[in-house]
């Protein structure tokens, strides 16, 4: 069994979450009418998503998302697109493996990473879900397509996935060591910002039932099953890990959760109005940093570096400082590369 692995043939395939093809109105609507149809993304029955995401969402969001994506189009198209590609090419230097890359929604979808592999006679596949946290939205839906993609199109080939890494040490001291670099001398406290969910997905992805949102049952939970499952647990441990590990004062950390949609309530608290209230609570000089995502992406680049910082400002702040992502940096990929090797290593176990 050990030699027949041995001699198959392993590649990587690195999944983010996807763009747009473009900045024009149809292609913003095709890609959000993919990811908001996505019933890990919006769960409610297959009826009542599309009335309302095709009745009511997509008659109004793609031209204002379309013109918040134009702020941050680069030469090189998406800057999540073009960021995920410089880490596939900075990890294939350092890696004796084929490196691809594979977007949950639009393209290169993940069969057509799934499906480059292949081409190059590779039969078992490491998929990294570039996620730190687990979420029904993240994770847990790239993992169902590309079992989805496995089954129907390529069943002899075997995959196995990078797990969540929000509380790896190599990963936490990745991120304290790039936001040490990037940290004004001065700040009254350093926000983490992280892309919310509403809060019933919390509750349906927590098996052991036990999540009550509050900081004795979720934060501090001791119970393994919900804390492997919790996105607001994990969002929480990730910033305590960092501040921890930068000898920042707890009273100095701030977590919030940006980019809701719709009605529901999502996890709090929200990062705009967070925002609109700290000035008057004495926080002038602000560094905000956003590690649910590990590339820059529009909402970075817009929602927190642009209209953050302007919700921020109008309420009587005085230094907004954004610190990037982790994007390509050398640091980085070597996490990516370590993450990546002990799951191609976990297929000589089989
Ligand atoms: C990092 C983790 C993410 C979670 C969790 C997540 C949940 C989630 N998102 C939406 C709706 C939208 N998100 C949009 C953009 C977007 N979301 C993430 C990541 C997470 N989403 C990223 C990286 C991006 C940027 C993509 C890019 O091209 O740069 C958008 C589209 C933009 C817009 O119109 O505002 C929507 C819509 C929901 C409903 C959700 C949880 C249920
Ligand atoms: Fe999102
Ligand atoms: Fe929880």
């Not at 379309?66 to 294939?92: C, F, H, N, R």
Request: with cysteine.
């Amino acid at each position: 069994m050990q030699k027949e692995s041995l001699k198959s043939k392993k590649g990587i395939l690195l999944v983010n979450l996807g763009s747009p093809k473009s900045t024009s109105v149809p292609d913003v609507k095709e890609y959000l009418d993919e990811f908001l149809m996505d019933e890990r993304v919006i769960d409610y029955r297959w009826i009542f998503r599309a009335l309302l995401v095709r009745g009511i969402i997509l008659r109004t969001r793609p031209p204002k998302s379309a013109e918040a994506y134009k702020t941050v189009w680069t030469d090189e198209g998406s800057p999540l697109i073009a960021i995920t590609e410089k880490i596939q090419k900075k990890l294939q230097k350092l890696v004796d493996v084929p490196v691809e890359i594979g977007m949950r929604y639009a393209e290169p979808s993940i069969e057509t990473g799934i499906r480059k592999l292949v081409e190059q006679g590779i039969s078992e596949i490491v998929l990294f879900p570039l996620y730190p946290q687990y979420a029904m939205s993240t994770t847990e839906t790239v993992i169902e397509k590309a079992e989805e993609v496995r089954k129907a199109k390529f069943p002899n080939i075997k995959i196995n996935y990078v797990q969540p890494f929000y509380n790896r040490d190599i990963y936490i001291n990745c991120l304290a060591e790039s936001i040490k670099e990037k940290l004004p001398e001065n700040f009254d406290a350093l926000q983490f910002s992280y892309h919310g969910v509403p809060e019933r997905h919390i509750y349906k992805t927590d098996p052991s039932n036990t999540c009550k949102i509050d900081d004795s049952n979720c934060i501090n939970s001791q119970v393994e099953s919900h804390n492997a499952r919790c996105y607001r647990h994990q969002c929480f441990k990730t910033s305590e890990a960092v501040i921890e590990k930068l000898g920042i004062p707890k009273e100095k950390a701030i977590v919030s959760f940006q980019s809701r949609l719709g009605k529901d309530k999502w996890i709090e608290p929200y990062t705009d109005e967070t925002l609109e209230t700290i000035p008057s609570k004495g926080v002038k000089n602000l560094a905000i940093v956003c590690p649910a995502f590990v590339s820059d992406c529009l909402e970075t680049l817009e929602e927190i570096s642009v209209e953050g910082k302007e919700e921020f400002l109008h309420a009587g702040g005085e230094n907004f400082h954004y610190i990037p992502c982790l994007n390509d940096e050398d640091r980085w990929i070597d996490v990516v590369k370590i993450l990546c090797e002990e799951r191609l290593n976990d297929f000589y176990l089989v």
